[in-house]
């Protein structure tokens, strides 16, 4: 994919997200590597819903800024990610509410907070959803927490804050997002009801 074509893609997306109430105001950020080196980030304060192409953040190998507005205050998280994870193509961090809602429980299992309820997000989202503690948005410290947790898992929730998700590819990140907002969703509908969760053998035949 040609750089202009992932611009294009960034910001379809981006709104597709936004228009369906995955983020609100200028919540959540998106980045995506380039075949060429470098990426592509949304620009802090910007709003997901009307991204401009031509003025997203060009970020160079080292994710210093190059060209564009001045990226999102998260660069370090999208860093931290793109280090853990060769594979990684595009990060997603968004503050959907229901991902969000768990992300701020006092008792939930903090290796994996949202249990295997559903195929597509074990599909989607991998074994794990690891929490990770609470850093104020945009702290450096926040890379190295990161960083660790996304050694083995392709997204975190952080705490009180919302979820970070990779994919291979832009569409994949967004999809994983939208799979693992579902199953926050539905963890929380079946929170104090007696649910049959997937068993291991059953996740592991997903992942395999
Ligand atoms: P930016 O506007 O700097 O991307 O920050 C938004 C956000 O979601 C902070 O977590």
């Given at each position: 994919?040609?750089e202009?074509?992932?611009r294009?893609?960034?910001?379809e997306?981006?709104?597709?997200l936004f228009?369906r109430?995955?983020s609100?105001?200028s919540?959540g950020n998106?980045?995506?590597?380039l075949?060429?080196g470098?990426?592509?980030?949304?620009p802090?304060?910007?709003?997901?819903?009307?991204l401009?192409a031509e003025?997203?953040s060009?970020l160079?190998?080292?994710?210093c800024?190059i060209?564009?507005d001045?990226p999102?205050?998260?660069v370090?998280?999208?860093?931290?990610f793109?280090?853990?994870?060769?594979?990684a193509?595009?990060?997603v961090?968004?503050?959907s509410?229901?991902?969000?809602?768990?992300?701020?429980?006092a008792?939930?299992?903090?290796?994996?907070p949202?249990?295997?309820?559903?195929?597509y997000f074990?599909?989607?989202?991998?074994?794990r959803?690891?929490?990770?503690?609470?850093?104020?948005p945009?702290?450096?410290?926040?890379g190295?927490?990161?960083a660790?947790?996304?050694?083995?898992?392709?997204?975190?929730?952080?705490a009180?804050?919302g979820p970070?998700?990779s994919?291979?590819t832009l569409?994949?990140a967004?999809?994983?997002?939208?799979?693992?907002?579902?199953?926050?969703?539905l963890?929380?509908?079946?929170?104090?009801a007696?649910?049959?969760?997937?068993?291991?053998?059953q996740?592991?035949?997903?992942l395999?």
């Open positions: 994919m040609t202009q074509e992932a294009a893609q960034l910001v997306l981006a709104s597709s228009a109430g995955f609100v105001g919540a998106i980045s995506v590597r075949e060429e470098g990426y592509l980030m949304t802090t304060n910007s709003s997901l819903g009307r401009s003025r997203l060009r160079d190998a080292d994710f800024p060209a564009g001045k999102s205050k998260e370090f998280m999208h860093r931290a793109y280090t853990a994870r060769p594979e193509g595009a990060v961090h968004l503050h509410t229901m991902a969000t809602a768990v992300g701020c429980l008792d939930v299992d903090t290796e994996n949202i249990p295997p309820l559903t195929p074990v599909m989607r989202v991998g074994r959803l690891p929490l990770v503690p609470y850093f104020r945009g702290d450096p410290a926040m190295p927490a990161i660790a947790a996304a050694r083995d898992a392709r997204a975190v929730l952080l009180n804050h970070v998700v994919g291979r569409v994949d967004v999809y994983a997002a939208e799979e693992l907002e579902e199953a926050a969703r963890f929380l509908l079946l929170r104090g007696s649910s049959r969760l997937l068993t291991p053998a996740v592991e035949a997903l395999a």
